[in-house]
């Protein structure tokens, strides 16, 4: 295998690797447990992970790799801090739309090439990219990780 | 740039930016408020910074790339949890500490090529390196990346 082609390997098996951590940890969860806080006024296990599937989700449009599947989370889920509003789906619904956004950008995750990792992403400017190449696709993906584990440092602190 | 040049310098940008946050949100807190814990009955923020201050001075024999600085906080912030045994250092102490390991791991990652990064790590063996070349230098770092994500997403509960 090109050296290329083992980074990336690499890369994509970090990203795995948090996921996966994250689906066995949810799956562990009952549904009334999603609705611990975790800690005294701090989110619920039930926000974070409706943040953490806005925020996938809407690597669809940023990668270039499709379109959205639950821009409704947004709302809900971004914009607003936990409780503002209602949830607005039930928690069986929730970890449908976690599994569905993740799956489907594993597939396209799995099939990118390395010069595929390195291009640009749509938050970036032609013009900012030019100056910055490191402001690609595989900087975006790490970013999520590293969101999702800090968010996962959070939700292992309501057990 | 070639492209494996390029993953790599993405993901040590992913490393620098996790290490810096970490950074500038340890010097805005007091010593005092380093004694605080994430949530009521879990880790102080101290013993987070000694945490992730042993885990990565462990990185120096474990990529090959220098001799432990502080092999004597393992006991108290790796083998033990938090307040089973005095802190060994002042809080000015650790604070150099963490930025001496960083700082020198940071040199060393700088002069990493992409081939230097795809070595295999210390923690595994030739035989089941040769079977997953995946389990390289990187992986290791990019491990830690994420631990160190972990980790802060509890920091930043105790503001």
């Given at each position: 295998m090109k050296n290329e082609e083992l980074l990336c390997l690499t890369?994509?098996?970090?990203?795995?690797?948090?996921?996966?951590?994250?689906d066995r940890n949810l799956a562990a969860l009952t549904?009334?447990?999603?609705?611990?806080?975790v800690a005294p006024g701090k989110n619920r296990l039930f926000y974070l992970v409706?943040?953490?599937t806005a925020v996938h989700d809407r690597l669809f449009p940023m990668l270039g790799i499709g379109e959205r599947l639950?821009?409704?989370l947004d709302e809900t889920y971004i914009t607003n801090p936990d409780r503002?509003?209602?949830?607005?789906?039930?928690?069986?619904?929730?970890?449908?739309a976690w599994a569905e956004v993740n799956g489907k950008l594993m597939d396209a995750f799995e099939r990118f090439t390395a010069a595929d990792w390195l291009e640009k992403h749509a938050a970036v400017s032609d013009e900012d990219f030019a100056?910055?190449?490191t402001r690609n696709r595989l900087a975006v993906v790490l970013s999520r990780t590293n969101h999702a584990s800090f968010h996962s440092?959070?939700?292992i602190l309501a057990k």
């Open positions: 890369a994509l098996n970090s990203w795995k690797l948090v996921i996966g951590r994250f549904d009334e447990e999603l609705q611990k806080q409706g943040h953490l639950h821009p409704e503002a509003l209602p949830d607005p789906l039930s928690a069986s619904d929730l970890r449908k100056k910055d190449a440092g959070q939700a």
